[in-house]
């Protein structure tokens, strides 16, 4: 995870997110600001996360733009963490919030192994 961890640093500081850790998957919320998900391209491939996100936003009426600073173009490519798993990802986006949620491989639960004693004689 240390991977994601650092591309997500080397993010412009104009880019908000929050990346958190449970026992079975990664959640990656960030923020996307006019964002739908119609305007939002998602792709896990290759071990890599890529994120292509456009602000849909329309003057109102009878105005133009004169100075724009809210544009909103994000093309991000993140490393997979080596323990994630893009089977079963999850993505939602929510009043410009994208969440996605990464699982983790393999299994957490506990496996009981039953132990035979082969020196005690059968009674």
Known sequence: MSALRDALRDLSEDVFFDLLESDDAYLLVLDVPGVSAESLDLAIEDGRISIDARREKEPAGDYR??????????DVDLPLPDDASDAGAEAAVDRGVLELTLPKRGSREETTIDIVDEGSEPG
């Open 65 to 74: 733009y004169v100075e724009e600073n809210r544009s909103l173009f994000l």
